[in-house]
């Protein structure tokens, strides 16, 4: 449990860092959101789970 207590905090920490150093090209792509289709969001999405799946593997075994 304590491992998934360390990954929301990281989530938190680099969400957060996004936040504070460039909100305004946060607005902007939260403004960009909307234009994009389904298929796009989803294969964002697909990618960054993969990213986030290989990061969490080799941070376990290497």
Do not use: C, N, Q
Not at 19 to 31: C, N, T, V
Not at 50 to 61: D, Q
């Amino acid at each position: 449990m304590s491992t998934f207590f360390l990954a929301v905090g990281l989530v938190l920490v680099v969400e957060g860092l996004a936040y504070a150093l460039a909100p305004s090209f946060i607005r902007r792509m939260a403004e960009e959101l909307p234009k994009l289709g389904d298929e796009h969001l989803r294969l964002f999405g697909v990618v960054a789970l993969a990213i986030g799946v290989g990061l969490v593997y080799l941070a376990r075994h290497v």
